[in-house]
């Protein structure tokens, strides 16, 4: 298993510009969250997902949209980007049939918007 | 409002000594707790889980405590190694999502 895939890995955006960052899981996790971690921050809950076709909104959701048409993906989309969102994104899946209820989390996406 | 409180200082503490680490929670009633670790650019990393009816868990040299009175958690890392430098955090589940304190950074010297 790959486990948590995000890509891409770094990016630069100008103001206004828009973008998608992709995340996938192999593991077939129901659940799957973004995060963004800003510098010396713990993590704050931007959406998350239950499963297939639902999503629901967390703690930051302004300024960014999710969709979650298959189990696999979780794609997170900036549309004016804007430099309050220069920041590490992080998706995670959780295991809903593990007792420890862990979140999986993928390497992370290092955004600038200048 | 709720809050959820990790010391943002860094501990410093040498090769050999335990390291104890706090998590305090307001206005919370988590079912659990986890932590997590973070080494520099990269992804969380879960550790261990305990449950609102647990007081302490182990595993291998770590330990965990909960005292839902108090509404504190305390990690514990015996014998730390150098390898054990990283940020440590804290979160708590609040329904379908968890919420994460700001995180410790442990660096430990030989």
């Known amino acids: 298993n790959a486990g948590v895939t995000q890509t891409p890995k770094f990016r630069i955006l100008k103001i206004g510009q828009s973008m998608t960052l992709q995340c996938t899981q192999d593991?077939?996790?129901?659940?799957m969250y973004w995060y963004r971690q800003d510098p010396g921050m713990g993590l704050k809950l931007i959406y998350y997902?239950?499963?297939?076709?639902?999503?629901d909104k967390g703690e930051v959701p302004n300024g960014y949209n999710v969709s979650r048409s298959t189990t696999e993906d979780f794609p997170l989309r900036l549309e004016l980007a804007a430099p309050s969102q220069t920041s590490v994104y992080f998706c995670?899946?959780?295991?809903?049939?593990?007792?420890?209820?862990?979140?999986?989390f993928g390497p992370g996406t290092r955004l600038t918007v200048l | 409002s709720q809050k959820i409180e990790q010391n943002s200082e860094a501990l410093n503490i040498q090769e050999g000594k335990t390291a104890t680490l706090t998590c305090n929670y307001t206005?919370?009633?988590?079912?659990?707790l986890q932590w997590y670790r973070q080494d520099p650019g990269r992804g969380p990393v879960f550790l261990l889980l305990?449950?609102?009816?647990?007081k302490e868990k182990r595993k291998e040299r770590l330990k965990v405590t909960f005292d839902t009175t108090l509404k504190q958690s305390l990690f514990h890392i015996t014998a730390s190694q150098p390898a054990d430098s990283a940020t440590y955090l804290c979160?708590?589940?609040?329904?379908?999502?968890?919420?994460f304190g700001g995180g410790t950074r442990l660096m430990v010297k030989p």
């Open positions: 997902s239950v499963g297939a076709g639902i999503t």
């Open positions: 206005n919370y009633s988590p079912a659990y």
């Open positions: 593991m077939n996790h129901n659940y």
């Open positions: 979160a708590l589940n609040a329904g379908n999502m968890l919420t």
């Open positions: 305990i449950r609102e009816n647990e």
């Open positions: 995670a899946s959780i295991n809903t049939g593990s007792s420890y209820n862990e979140q999986f």
